[in-house]
């Protein structure tokens, strides 16, 4: 089946302790990219993955991280959270053509104490 | 740069009836892509439907069509025959860059 996985599904952390959130998916995608949402501001694209080695800031980076080593992975590292990015995850994928959608994982519910 | 405007923030609509979403964008590239997405209470995200800018027909996926105005620069959802699951978030997007809009509750009455 295919799919992108996200894990942790939930998470509740304190400020400053280090995190990571996994994302895969099994499509061969050469893009990947990781999005925020919340109220009123729906989703926010952090970063994006155009391949392998590649990866470029979205619009909302600031206090993230990401890599991409893989061409089936893409971490979320936050180094050291903060209560601001509480936040409800996405991870997404798709292939390079433009005119193809992009394939979402369930969602990483963030805490940050 | 690509900008998505959903100026619903909610929606009610009768079960068994017909409901538009609104979606406009602004953009001076000719080669985008429109999508709508729903997002049920659980949290996930829904493909629903696409629209290329070169489409010569609106896009239709079962209930769900696109009412396409290129000149006026909009992409409205059209759901047919409301059903009680349709209750959810739908987001609006464009791929050229990747934007979203802020999204629209809509809300089925029985």
């Known amino acids: 089946e295919a799919q992108v996985t996200q894990n942790p599904r939930y998470l509740i952390t304190v400020t400053g302790k280090k995190l990571t959130v996994t994302c895969s998916q099994n499509?061969?995608?050469?893009?990947m990219s990781w999005y925020r949402q919340d109220p009123g501001l729906g989703l926010r694209q952090i970063y994006y993955?155009?391949?392998?080695?590649?990866?470029d800031k979205g619009d909302v980076p600031e206090g993230y991280k990401v890599s991409r080593k893989e061409k089936r992975n893409f971490p979320l590292i936050l180094e050291s959270p903060s209560p601001n990015q509480t936040s409800l995850y996405f991870c997404a994928s798709k292939g390079t053509s433009w005119q193809e959608t992009q394939y979402f994982g369930p969602g990483t519910r963030l805490l940050v104490l | 740069a690509q900008k998505i405007t959903q100026t619903q923030p909610g929606m009610f609509v009768q079960e068994k009836e017909a409901v538009t979403l609104d979606c406009t964008y602004d953009t001076s590239d000719p080669s985008y892509g429109l999508f709508w997405y729903k997002q049920p209470s659980s949290g996930e995200m829904i493909f629903l439907i696409y629209?290329?800018?070169?489409?010569?027909q609106n896009a239709t996926e079962g209930r769900y069509s696109l009412n396409f105005q290129k000149a006026r620069k909009s992409a409205n959802l059209v759901i047919s025959a409301s059903q009680l699951g349709d209750s959810a978030m739908y987001f609006c997007a464009s791929n050229t860059p990747l934007v979203f809009g802020k999204g629209t509750r809509l809300s089925v009455i029985a």
């Open positions: 499509m061969n995608h050469e893009y």
């Open positions: 993955s155009m391949n392998v080695e590649v990866t």
């Open positions: 629209q290329g800018s070169y489409d010569q």
